[in-house]
């Protein structure tokens, strides 16, 4: 039975970098509190770039790694919280950009999880027979989001967008799970703009940025994540050994930490570059990955852990064997 593999990945963050120096100049904070605290140094924040600009770059860039012409996608599925529009979608915005006019096109929001759950979207699509190539990208404008006034907040997010491209294939994924939590779902929220009703003044108190309770969703994530790569592994008949790298979501070097030592495995497989982004939401795990691809970090036959959490709440993980054998077909060559 035909299955899926990653055939090209991309990434794009905006040029504007924000120190945790500069931020200590804007709340009470300090560059040694928001280390210590979530390993984070600075961030790219948007100044001009929308979330479809960033998602249409790190399309591209996926696209150019995959060998493959803009027209051969038959979907496309934007993951993010952080529309520019409701309409269109960011997907719609990215299939323009690129230049395809078939590709299915729709934007899927489940908060920091959104990737991972567009991946089995793809996947199951893909698996299904209704397309054999598609694009997901996950890409987020966080700082649109966030009151910059709010420490436990502003110091954690930044924006960017990570793709990649699927492609049917006798090799690639093995095992996915993912789940959801709506009864904790207003430890991690935001409102946007949906604060009022016909004729009616916005609600009293309520502003539109995102809220945080910030010791409840590190006690859902380092006892979630684990249990969540936990299960797909014995789904999957895999042993932890067997894994060479888990690619977390990027929220907080402590999280990242807990989880490895809840799996008891080194944190030498658990790369990290929240320092250099801090947490992109849906963007974190696919800029990651597009990384750890393009300085050849990844070999054929590696099997790779995705996993992450999110606003819900929500969670999911996928296992997959990565197949590089594409390149040696279109002569792509690692490290441009």
């Given at each position: 039975?035909?299955?899926?593999?990653?055939?090209?990945?991309?990434?794009?963050?905006?040029?504007?970098?924000?120190?945790?120096?500069?931020?200590?100049?804007?709340?009470?904070?300090?560059?040694?509190?928001?280390?210590?605290?979530?390993?984070?140094?600075?961030?790219?924040?948007?100044?001009?770039?929308?979330?479809?600009?960033?998602?249409?770059?790190?399309?591209?860039?996926?696209?150019?790694?995959?060998?493959?012409?803009?027209?051969?996608?038959?979907?496309?599925?934007?993951?993010?919280?952080?529309?520019?529009?409701?309409?269109?979608?960011?997907?719609?915005?990215?299939?323009?950009?690129?230049?395809?006019?078939?590709?299915?096109?729709?934007?899927?929001?489940?908060?920091c999880?959104?990737?991972l759950y567009s991946l089995n979207v793809a996947h199951s699509m893909i698996k299904s027979g209704l397309c054999s190539t598609a694009l997901v990208v996950g890409a987020e404008n966080m700082s649109k989001t966030i009151d910059w006034t709010d420490r436990g907040t502003c110091v954690l997010f930044g924006d960017g967008a990570g793709a990649c491209v699927l492609q049917a294939s006798d090799d690639g994924w093995i095992s996915t799970v993912s789940g959801a939590d709506g009864l904790r779902g207003d430890v991690l929220t935001y409102a946007g703009n949906t604060l009022?009703?016909?004729?009616?003044?916005?609600?009293?108190?309520?502003?539109?940025?995102?809220?945080?309770?910030?010791?409840?969703?590190?006690?859902?994530?380092?006892?979630?994540?684990?249990?969540?790569?936990?299960?797909?592994?014995?789904q999957a008949g895999c042993r932890k050994q067997d894994v060479r790298w888990y690619l977390l979501h990027q929220a907080n070097e402590r999280i990242i930490s807990a989880a490895a030592r809840r799996l008891?495995?080194?944190?030498?497989?658990?790369?990290?570059?929240?320092?250099?982004?801090?947490?992109?939401?849906?963007?974190?795990?696919?800029?990651?990955?597009?990384?750890?691809?393009?300085e050849g970090r990844l070999e054929q036959g590696d099997k790779i852990v995705l996993a992450g959490f999110g606003a819900g709440l929500t969670w999911g993980a996928t296992l997959l064997t990565w197949q590089d054998d594409h390149r040696k077909m279109n002569g792509t060559k690692k490290g441009k």
């Amino acid at each position: 039975m035909k299955t899926t593999k990653i055939i090209g990945t991309g990434s794009c963050v905006p040029d504007r970098i924000v120190t945790n120096d500069e931020l200590a100049g804007v709340v009470d904070t300090s560059d040694s509190w928001i280390q210590e605290r979530t390993g984070i140094c600075r961030r790219h924040i948007s100044v001009k770039e929308t979330t479809s600009e960033l998602a249409a770059e790190a399309a591209r860039a996926a696209v150019l790694d995959a060998g493959i012409l803009p027209e051969d996608l038959g979907l496309i599925i934007a993951a993010t919280s952080s529309a520019d529009t409701v309409m269109p979608t960011v997907a719609c915005r990215v299939q323009a950009a690129l230049g395809n006019r078939s590709a299915v096109c729709f934007d899927l929001n489940a908060a920091c999880s959104g990737f991972l759950y567009s991946l089995n979207v793809a996947h199951s699509m893909i698996k299904s027979g209704l397309c054999s190539t598609a694009l997901v990208v996950g890409a987020e404008n966080m700082s649109k989001t966030i009151d910059w006034t709010d420490r436990g907040t502003c110091v954690l997010f930044g924006d960017g967008a990570g793709a990649c491209v699927l492609q049917a294939s006798d090799d690639g994924w093995i095992s996915t799970v993912s789940g959801a939590d709506g009864l904790r779902g207003d430890v991690l929220t935001y409102a946007g703009n949906t604060l009022h009703n016909f004729l009616t003044a916005p609600l009293s108190g309520e502003t539109p940025y995102m809220k945080m309770d910030g010791q409840a969703v590190f006690k859902f994530a380092v006892k979630t994540v684990p249990a969540c790569i936990n299960s797909l592994l014995e789904q999957a008949g895999c042993r932890k050994q067997d894994v060479r790298w888990y690619l977390l979501h990027q929220a907080n070097e402590r999280i990242i930490s807990a989880a490895a030592r809840r799996l008891g495995e080194p944190i030498e497989k658990f790369p990290i570059n929240l320092n250099e982004y801090g947490n992109t939401s849906a963007a974190s795990i696919p800029i990651l990955l597009d990384e750890m691809n393009r300085e050849g970090r990844l070999e054929q036959g590696d099997k790779i852990v995705l996993a992450g959490f999110g606003a819900g709440l929500t969670w999911g993980a996928t296992l997959l064997t990565w197949q590089d054998d594409h390149r040696k077909m279109n002569g792509t060559k690692k490290g441009k």
